[in-house]
């Protein structure tokens, strides 16, 4: 199987900077895409930012001009560059993979979520 770990959420004062890292690690053939997703109380997980192994990128439209999305395909590792915090990026963030662990068994895998808090 395919574990996701990331780590760098925390407590950031609005206008502040935070950078979120996920490595995966088992039984990897190949990984696909990479992204990451957030989740305030009471609301959906929505997406916030992927990339392909090829380095296509997408953002939503609500962090486009302030977060940045990349990937070391080496390491197996991505990141999520915050700058600009606002108050409304607060939430639990996970990191997510569409990864291969056969040539024809493909499945998402979650990262176990990372908090991160922007102060008024």
């Known amino acids: 199987q395919v574990q996701l770990v990331e780590s760098g959420g925390g407590l950031v004062q609005a206008g502040g900077s935070l950078r979120l890292s996920c490595a995966a690690s088992g039984s990897i053939y190949s990984i696909n895409s990479m992204g990451w997703y957030r989740q305030a109380p009471g609301k959906q997980r929505e997406l916030v930012a992927r990339?392909?192994?090829?380095?296509?990128?997408s953002y939503a439209d609500s962090v486009k001009g302030r977060f940045t999305i990349s990937r070391d395909n080496a390491k197996n590792t991505w990141y999520l560059q915050m700058n600009s915090l606002k108050p409304e990026d607060t939430g639990v963030y996970y990191c997510?993979?569409?990864?291969?662990?056969?040539?024809?068994?493909?499945?998402?895998?979650w990262g176990q979520g990372t908090q991160v808090t922007v102060s008024s």
């Open positions: 997510n993979a569409l990864a291969f662990t056969t040539r024809v068994n493909v499945n998402n895998y």
């Open positions: 990339i392909t192994s090829g380095g296509t990128t």
